[in-house]
C-alpha cells in the first residue's frame, strides 16, 4: 500500500482529492494537511511514501517545503500542484526530484494516470532487483503517449477513437485487417486507417506487414496490452 499524504489549504479541495485518491487501488491517505507546518510534522510522525503537494501554502509555501525534505534525505516522492505554470517553478521541481507536476484545474484522470504511472515505477524498482532497458523506457515513455494522446490530430475525434480502440480491446487476441474493423464498425477504410496510423504512432497497437499472394503488403492491427494501465 502507497500512503498518501495532501497538502492542500482549501479544505473542500483536500478532502475531494482525498476521496478521489482513496479510490485507486493500492493507494491511501495516510493524513491531511492544510498548510507547510502542519505538513512538516505530519512527514516527522506518519509513514509517507508520497506527497501531493499545493506549492502556494501558508506559512511554509509548498517549494520551501519539498527543498526541505530533500535536504533531509528522506525517502519521499513528490506530486505537486498549482495554479502557476511559470517554467522556472517546473524547472525547480523537476531538479528536486518530483515525479509530476499539475497545473490547476486538472481533471482528476490526469492525477489518476499521474499515480497509476507512480505505482508502476515503484512496484518495478521495489520488486526487481535489476531492471532491462524495455521496462525503463516503458514508465517514462508513458507520460509522452499519454500527452500525445491528449492532443488528437486535426480532424480526428476523441468519441471515434475510443470506439475504436474498444473494439480493438474486445479482440484484443486477433490481428485485424482495417478491412475487417472497417465492416464491423461500419465506417469507411479511409477512416479507419488514419485513426490506426494515430495509434500506432502513439504505440497503442502493434502493427504487422502480412504478404498477400502477389507480394503486396497489408497491414494488421492488435490491441497493445502493455498500453493498458
Known amino acids: 500500500m502507497i ?45 509517507i511514501d508520497l506527497v501531493i503537494l499545493d506549492i502556494y501554502m501558508p506559512k511554509i509555501d509548498g517549494m520551501e517545503l519539498f527543498r526541505m525534505v530533500r535536504s533531509q534525505n528522506k525517502m519521499i516522492d513528490f506530486i505537486l500542484v498549482t495554479a502557476a505554470n511559470d517554467t522556472e517553478k517546473i524547472n525547480e521541481a523537476l531538479k528536486l526530484g518530483a515525479v509530476d507536476y499539475l497545473v490547476k484545474p486538472f481533471e482528476f484522470d490526469r492525477l489518476e494516470k499521474s499515480l497509476l504511472n507512480y505505482k508502476d515505477r515503484k512496484n518495478l524498482l ?84 502480412e504478404y498477400g499472394s502477389r507480394g503486396r503488403p497489408s497491414y494488421l492491427y492488435k490491441y497493445k496490452n502493455s498500453s493498458t494501465r
Open 126 to 209: 521495489v520488486k526487481k532487483p535489476f531492471v532491462e532497458q524495455k521496462e525503463i523506457d516503458k514508465l517514462f515513455m508513458k507520460s509522452y503517449k499519454q500527452e500525445k494522446e491528449k492532443d488528437l490530430k486535426k480532424g480526428l475525434h476523441k468519441f471515434t477513437l475510443n470506439r475504436i480502440m474498444k473494439f480493438l480491446k474486445e479482440n484484443k487476441d486477433e490481428l485485424l485487417s482495417s478491412e475487417v474493423i472497417s465492416e464491423n464498425m461500419g465506417m469507411s477504410k479511409v477512416t479507419i486507417r488514419r485513426y490506426l496510423d494515430y495509434l500506432d504512432e502513439i504505440g497503442s497497437v502493434e502493427k504487422k506487414i
Open 3 to 47: 500512503n498518501v499524504l495532501i497538502v492542500e489549504d482549501d479544505p473542500m479541495l483536500a478532502e475531494l482529492n482525498k476521496r478521489f485518491v482513496n479510490k485507486i487501488d493500492g493507494f491511501k491517505v495516510e493524513c491531511v494537511a492544510n498548510n507547510g507546518e502542519d505538513a512538516i510534522k505530519k512527514i516527522d510522525d506518519s509513514k
